[in-house]
C-alpha cells in the first residue's frame, strides 16, 4: 500500500485507533516504515486540535507496542524517543499515549543508550506520578523497569541518582496493589544494582510505609494477597544493606505492637536480613533486636510468634556461624548466648513445668546452630539437666526426650573432645544407661543411647546384648519399639559383626516366653535383617526356627512376625532371602511335606511365599515354580482332598511374571475350576478361584483362555451354588481388570442378572464388594493387568441393579450399596440425585447391613465435603437422626451420629435451619445405653452446638 | 475475656491418660453401659484453657477423682481446682465446664460443677454463681462469653478419638 493510500485510509477513518492492525500488518511485512508512518501521521501529530493529535499519538504508540521488538533499528528509536519525551509536555490528555508509547520504545532491541537520560528527564520535568491513573502509572514502573533490564551498568555509572530519585518520587505513595506487587519484583534488582548513595534514607522511607502490610485481597485487582505483598516487600527491605540502620529500629518498634500480623513480619524480617546482609551492618543492632525478640519469645503469648521468634534467633546466631569473628562481632555474640541462658535458665528449673520442653527446644535449636554455640550453651545447661535427672527420676522421660536431639548435635559438633562439655557429657552415660531399666522412660532412654552410641565404652555396649531378651519381653516394648528399634538398626549398621555375634548367633527363645514375648524377641531380630550384611545370618536363625523339629514350638510365632516384616521390607532384602537363604523353596517344602489343617500359618507362609516371588526375576520364578509344583503334585497324591495345598499353591503362583509359562496351564486351570466349586473347605475353594482369575488375567495364549471361560462358564451353570457364584464373581473381575472385551461385559450382566434371583442373589449381591474393593491377589504387585477406569466400567452397569419394577429386593439393595461404597466418590456423585430415593429406601430398610453400607458411603463423602449433599440435607439428617435415636444396631447408630457430625462441619448458614431439630433429636441420643454411641451423640452435638 | 498479661506465665504440666481401651462389654449391644467417672471426665478433659493452649486434664485443672457419678440418684459431682488460688479465670473455666457437661449429658441427671475446697480465694462466690441457673442462663445470653466458651470447647472434637 503506498503512503498516498495509507493517507487517503486515515482521513476516511473517524478513528485512526481502529487502523492499528492493519498498520501493524504493513509495518510487518516491510511496506512501511515507522519514520514513513509518521510523515503519514503528520497532519494528526501536528495539528492545533488536541484530539486529533491524541489520535495520532494513540495509533503510533499501540502500533509500537505490537511490532515486532527487533523491527526499529536505534536511529529510529532516538527518534521516536525524543518524539514521545516531547509529546509528554503536551496536553494532559497526549501523555498517557506517551508514555505508552516510551514503554514500548524501552523494550525495543536496538533501544539507543543516549535515550535513557532523555526519558529520565523528560519524566521529572513533565510528570507527576500521582497525578496519574494506575495504567499511566505502571507504564511508568514499565518504563523504569525496561531501563533497568537493559541499561543498568549505564544508569550506575552515568545517572545512578536520577533514576532512583525518578523511581522514589514515582512511586511514591503507590496504593494500588498490582502496581505495587510490579514494583516489588524489581526495587530489589534497583537497590542492589543501582548505587544508593545519598537516596538510601528516601528508597527506605518509600518502602517503610507499607511495613507492616495490611491488605484485604480485592477481586477487581487482581486477587493479590497480603501474603504476595508482604513476601514483596520484605524483598526490598532488605535488598541492600544500606538500609540496616533504618529497617532494624522499625522492626524492634513493629515488635511491641500487639499486632500478631507486625510481629510476625517483622520476624520474618530479621530472618531474611540476617541471611541477605553482611553480619556488620547487623552487629550495631544486635542487642535491640535481642529485646525485642525475647518479648516474644519466652513465655510468648501465641505459640506461632514464639516458634518464629526462635527461628529469627538461631538465624541471626547462623549468620554468626559463617562469618569471620572480629572483636566486636565476638563480644554481640556472647551477649547475645549469655543473655539466652540468663533469660532462659529459670524455665529449666522443674521438668513438670510447662515452658521446660519448649525453652529445650529452643535451647536445642540455638546449640544446632554451629559448634561455637554448642560448646557456649551445653556447659551451661547439661549440669542443671544432669542435676534433674538425678532429683526427678518419675521426670527423666521428660528430660531424656529433650536431651536426645541436644545428644545427636552434641556428637555432630565433637563437643564430647571438648574440653567445657566433656566432662558433663560422659556424666550422661551411665545414668542413660540406668534409664533403659526402667520401663517409664526406656524409650527415651534408648533415643539418648542411639544419639550417644559411638561413645559408648566397648563394655558397656557389650553388655547391652544380654539386656535384649529381657526388654523384648518388658511390657513396656510397645511404648518404647520405635526408639529401641531404632537404636538395633544403628547398632547393626555401626557393630555388624558385633550384632552377627551377640544377638544373631546367640538368639535362643526361652521356654519360659509367652506368645508376646517370643513374638516381640523375633521382631528384634527381624531389625537386624534389613542390614546386607546381617541378613543372610538373621534369615537362616528365622528359617531355623521354622524348619528344625526341635525349634517347632515357636514355629507360627515365627510365621506371622515374618509376614508383617516383610510387608514393610524392601525389594533387595526380599531377593536376598531368597538367594542366600532360600526362603521360599525351603518353606514350599517343608509346608507341602507337613501339611497343616491351621489355616491362619499357611495362610500366612502363603503370604510370605508371594512377596519373595513377586520380587524375583524370571528364571528364579521359572525354577521356582518347577519345584512348587511338583511338591503340589505330591502332596495332592498323598491326600485325599486338596485342603491348604492350595493355599500354598496360590502363594506361589499369584506371583508370578506374565512370561513365565506355565506347564498345562489348561489343566491346572480345569482342576482349580473344578477345586473352586468342589473343594472341601470354604478356604480352598476361594483360593482355587483367585488362582484362576490371576491365571486369566495374566493369560495370554486366546485359545487357551477362551477354553478356560468356556469351561467354567459350563461348570458354573451346571453347578448352582453359592460358590460357582463366587467363581463366577472372580473371573469377573479378573476380566474387567484385564481389559478382556466384550466377554467381560457378558459375565458382568450375568453376575448382576442374578442379584435378584430368590436364592443366590444375597451371594451374588456380595459379590459387588468383591469386585469393586481392591484385591493383593489381583494387583500391579503380582504383575498382573489392572486397566485403567475398570470401576467406571462395573459402575456403568449399576442400572442393572435399580431398574427392578416395584418395590427393590433387599439383595438389589445390598448390591446397589455396595457398589455406591465402593466406587469412587466421583462417580457416586453423577447419579447421587438419580438414586437420592433409592438411598433413603436402604436407609429405611430392616437389613443392617444394608442401612451400613450406605451410611458409610454417605460418611465418606460428606468427610470430603462434597456440596451435592448439602442440598440433599432435607432428606438425610431427619433419617440420621432416626436412625441414631431407633436402630437396634449399635454400628448403625454410631455411623449415623457420625453422619450427623460430618453434616456439622458444612456451611454454618446452610446448616442453620436443622440446627434446633438436630440438637433437640441428639438430646435422646446422649442417653443411648451404648458408651460408645454416647460419644458419638456427644462429638455430634458439640460440632451442632458451634454452629 | 482474657488479657495479654498472661495470670500464670508457668503453669505444671500433668501427663494425659491414656485413651479408654473399648472392652468386649462395650461392643456388646445387649449390655446397658452406666454413666462413670471415667466417661465424663473424657467429656471435659479435652477443654482448653482460655490462657494457654493446653487442655484443662494437662493442667490438672479437672481430675478423675474428682468427678462423682451416682447413677441410680441421677446426680454428677465435677470438682475443678485452679492452677493458681487468685485466678480471675476460675469462673470462665468453671462455666465451661458446666456448659458442655450440660450439653453432652442427658438432661435426666443434675450436674454440679464447684472448685475443690480449699483451692481459690473467692471459692463460695465462684460456686454460688455456677450453682444459679439463672445466672448460667443469662451467662449463655452473652454472645461474647459464648464465643469464648466454644472457643474452649471446640478443641475437644479435634483431640477426641472417634470410634
Known amino acids: 500500500m503506498s503512503a498516498m493510500d495509507l493517507l487517503h485510509i486515515f482521513r476516511n477513518s473517524k478513528d485512526l485507533t481502529n487502523l492499528t492492525d492493519a498498520v501493524v500488518a504493513e509495518i510487518e511485512t516491510g511496506d512501511l516504515t515507522v519514520l514513513k508512518l509518521v510523515e503519514i501521521l503528520g ?41 514521545f519525551c516531547n509529546r509528554l509536555q503536551d496536553h494532559f490528555t497526549i501523555s498517557p499515549y506517551a508514555l505508552e508509547g516510551l514503554a514500548a520504545l524501552t523494550a525495543m532491541d536496538n533501544f539507543s543508550d543516549e535515550s535513557p537520560i532523555e526519558i529520565i528527564k523528560a519524566l521529572q520535568e513533565n510528570i507527576t506520578c500521582q497525578a496519574l491513573t494506575q495504567p499511566q502509572r505502571r507504564d511508568i514502573y514499565l518504563i523504569l523497569y525496561n531501563l533497568l533490564n537493559k541499561k543498568s551498568k549505564k544508569i550506575s555509572t552515568d545517572f545512578p541518582s536520577d533514576y532512583l530519585y525518578t523511581l522514589i518520587s514515582g512511586m511514591d505513595s503507590e496504593p494500588d496493589p498490582r502496581n505495587l506487587l510490579f514494583l516489588f519484583s524489581f526495587l530489589p534488582k534497583a537497590f542492589t544494582e543501582i548505587p544508593l548513595k545519598h537516596l538510601a534514607e528516601e528508597a527506605f522511607a518509600v518502602l517503610e510505609c507499607y511495613f507492616p502490610v495490611d491488605f484485604t485481597p480485592v477481586e477487581e485487582k487482581g486477587n493479590i494477597t497480603r501474603k504476595d505483598l508482604a513476601r514483596g516487600l520484605e524483598a526490598c527491605l532488605v535488598a541492600n544493606p544500606a538500609f540496616a540502620e533504618y529497617c532494624i529500629p522499625v522492626i524492634c518498634d513493629k515488635m511491641e505492637s500487639s499486632l500478631k500480623v507486625a510481629q510476625m513480619d517483622s520476624l520474618s524480617l530479621i530472618i531474611r536480613a540476617s541471611s541477605s546482609w553482611n553480619l ?44 569471620v569473628l572480629s572483636e566486636s562481632l565476638t563480644e554481640s555474640l ?24 519448649p525453652t529445650l527446644r529452643l535451647l536445642h535449636n540455638i546449640i544446632a546452630v554451629s559448634s561455637t554455640t554448642a560448646v557456649f550453651i551445653l556447659p551451661k545447661i547439661l549440669p542443671q539437666l544432669l542435676a534433674l535427672l538425678e532429683v526427678n527420676s518419675d521426670q527423666s522421660d521428660v528430660i531424656l526426650k529433650a536431651l536426645s536431639p541436644i545428644l545427636v548435635s552434641s556428637v555432630k559438633f565433637d563437643c564430647w573432645e571438648s574440653d567445657t562439655c566433656q566432662e558433663h557429657l560422659y556424666k550422661f552415660i551411665p545414668i542413660i544407661l540406668k534409664t533403659i531399666e526402667d520401663d517409664k522412660c526406656r524409650g527415651s532412654g534408648f533415643a539418648c543411647l542411639t544419639a550417644v552410641l559411638n561413645k559408648l565404652p566397648d563394655d ?110 524392601d525389594v533387595k532384602v526380599l531377593k536376598c532371602l531368597s538367594s542366600v537363604c532360600g526362603f521360599p523353596e525351603k518353606l514350599l517344602h517343608f509346608y507341602f511335606q507337613n501339611i497343616t489343617e491351621e489355616y491362619g500359618e499357611v495362610e500366612s507362609v502363603a503370604a510370605i511365599v508371594m512377596r519373595i516371588v513377586q520380587s524375583l526375576d524370571i528364571e528364579e520364578q521359572r525354577t521356582l515354580l518347577k519345584t512348587g509344583l511338583e511338591l503340589f503334585d505330591k502332596s ?184 455406591l461404597k465402593y466406587s469412587p466418590t466421583i462417580l457416586v456423585l453423577g447419579v447421587i440425585n438419580e438414586l437420592t430415593g433409592m438411598m433413603v429406601h436402604c436407609l429405611e430398610s430392616d437389613d443392617c447391613s444394608i442401612t451400613l453400607a450406605i451410611l458409610e458411603t454417605l460418611s465418606s463423602l460428606l468427610e470430603a465435603g462434597v456440596e451435592v449433599l448439602c442440598t440433599l440435607a432435607e432428606s438425610f439428617i431427619p433419617r440420621f437422626i432416626l436412625l441414631a435415636q431407633t436402630s437396634s444396631y449399635m454400628a448403625v447408630r454410631q455411623e449415623a451420629l457420625n453422619c450427623i457430625y460430618l453434616y456439622g462441619k458444612y456451611d454454618s448458614m446452610d446448616m442453620l435451619p436443622y440446627k434446633t431439630k438436630v440438637l433437640a433429636g441428639l438430646q435422646k441420643c446422649l442417653d443411648d445405653k451404648k458408651r460408645l454411641v454416647r460419644q458419638s451423640a456427644v462429638k455430634a452435638r458439640t460440632r451442632w452446638f458451634l454452629i | 475475656m482474657t488479657s495479654n498479661i498472661l495470670q500464670n506465665v508457668n503453669p505444671k504440666l500433668f501427663l494425659k491418660c491414656d485413651q479408654r481401651l473399648i472392652t468386649d462389654e462395650e461392643l456388646n449391644d445387649d449390655v446397658r453401659d452406666l454413666f462413670d467417672e471415667r466417661e465424663v471426665f473424657d467429656l471435659i478433659r479435652n477443654i482448653n484453657d482460655p490462657e494457654h493452649p493446653l487442655t484443662l486434664e494437662e493442667l490438672h485443672v479437672v481430675d478423675i477423682d474428682n468427678i462423682m457419678v451416682d447413677n441410680d440418684n441421677n446426680r454428677i459431682e465435677v470438682l475443678f481446682t485452679p492452677t493458681i488460688p487468685h485466678c480471675s479465670l476460675a469462673t470462665l473455666i468453671g462455666l465451661t465446664i458446666r456448659v458442655q457437661l450440660l450439653r453432652s449429658l442427658p438432661s435426666r441427671f443434675k450436674v454440679r460443677v464447684k472448685i475443690s475446697p480449699g483451692t481459690h480465694n473467692s471459692e463460695n462466690a465462684i460456686n454460688k454463681q455456677l450453682g444459679d441457673k439463672e445466672r448460667v442462663a443469662a451467662a449463655m445470653e452473652n454472645s461474647t462469653l459464648l464465643e469464648t466458651i466454644n472457643n474452649c470447647i471446640a478443641t475437644v472434637e479435634k483431640t477426641t478419638k472417634q470410634f
Request: proline residues 4%.
Open chain 1, 334 to 357: 556472647t551477649f547475645l548466648l549469655d543473655s539466652i541462658i540468663s533469660s532462659t535458665h529459670c524455665y529449666l528449673s522443674n521438668p513438670s513445668l510447662s515452658l521446660f520442653l
Open chain 1, 460 to 569: 558397656k555396649r557389650l553388655s547391652l546384648y544380654k539386656a535384649i531378651p529381657t526388654i523384648a519381653c518388658s511390657e513396656s516394648f510397645h511404648s518404647c519399639r520405635e526408639e529401641f528399634s531404632r537404636f538395633i538398626r544403628k547398632l547393626s549398621e555401626e557393630y555388624t559383626l558385633e550384632v552377627e555375634t551377640n544377638l544373631i548367633y546367640t538368639f535362643k527363645i526361652s521356654e519360659e516366653f509367652n506368645a508376646t514375648e517370643v513374638k516381640n524377641y523375633l521382631e528384634v531380630l527381624t531389625w537386624t535383617v534389613d542390614y546386607p550384611l546381617l541378613t543372610e545370618a538373621s534369615g537362616k536363625v528365622l528359617l531355623n526356627h521354622i524348619i528344625q523339629k526341635e525349634l517347632a514350638s515357636w514355629r507360627t510365632h515365627v510365621i506371622f512376625v515374618l509376614r508383617d516384616y516383610l510387608n514393610k521390607t
Open chain 1, 280 to 323: 556488620e551492618f547487623l552487629n550495631p543492632f544486635i542487642k535491640r533486636l535481642w529485646y525485642s525478640i525475647k518479648d516474644v519469645l519466652i513465655p510468648g503469648n501465641d505459640p506461632e510468634v514464639a516458634l518464629l521468634a526462635g527461628e529469627a534467633l538461631t538465624s541471626i546466631l547462623g549468620a554468626f556461624s559463617t562469618a
Open chain 1, 636 to 819: 495332592i497324591a498323598m491326600n485325599d482332598s486338596p485342603c491348604n495345598q492350595l493355599v500354598l499353591l496360590e502363594g506361589l503362583a499369584c506371583g508370578l511374571r506374565k512370561d513365565v509359562e506355565i506347564e498345562n496351564c489348561l489343566h491346572l486351570s480345569t482342576c482349580l475350576i473344578e477345586y473352586s466349586i468342589t473343594a472341601h473347605s470354604n478356604v480352598s475353594q476361594t483360593s482355587a478361584a483367585r488362582l484362576l482369575a490371576v491365571f486369566i488375567n495374566k493369560l495370554s495364549n486366546e485359545y487357551e483362555l477362551s477354553k478356560i471361560l468356556e469351561l467354567a462358564r459350563l461348570k458354573i451353570k451346571a453347578n448352582p451354588s453359592p460358590s460357582s457364584v463366587r467363581l463366577s464373581a472372580w473371573i469377573t473381575k479378573s476380566l474387567i481388570l484385564r481389559g478382556y472385551y466384550p466377554p467381560c461385559d457378558d459375565w458382568l450382566v450375568e453376575l448382576f442378572n442374578l442379584v435378584p434371583d430368590p436364592v443366590f442373589g444375597m451371594n451374588a449381591a456380595d459379590c459387588v464388594c468383591l469386585l469393586l474393593k481392591e484385591c493383593p491377589y489381583l494387583s500391579e504387585a503380582n504383575h498382573c493387568n489392572i486397566g485403567l477406569l475398570y470401576k467406571q466400567r462395573i459402575f456403568q452397569k449399576i442400572n442393572l441393579l435399580i431398574s427392578q419394577d416395584g418395590k427393590p429386593k433387599k439383595s438389589s439393595s445390598l448390591a446397589v450399596a455396595h457398589m
Open chain 1, 43 to 83: 497532519p494528526w501529530l501536528t495539528n492545533t486540535d488536541k484530539n486529533q493529535r491524541k489520535q495520532g499519538t494513540s495509533l503510533l504508540a499501540s502500533v509500537l507496542k505490537l511490532i515486532p521488538t527487533r523491527l526499529l533499528q536505534e536511529k529510529e528509536c532516538l527518534f521516536m524517543v525524543t518524539f
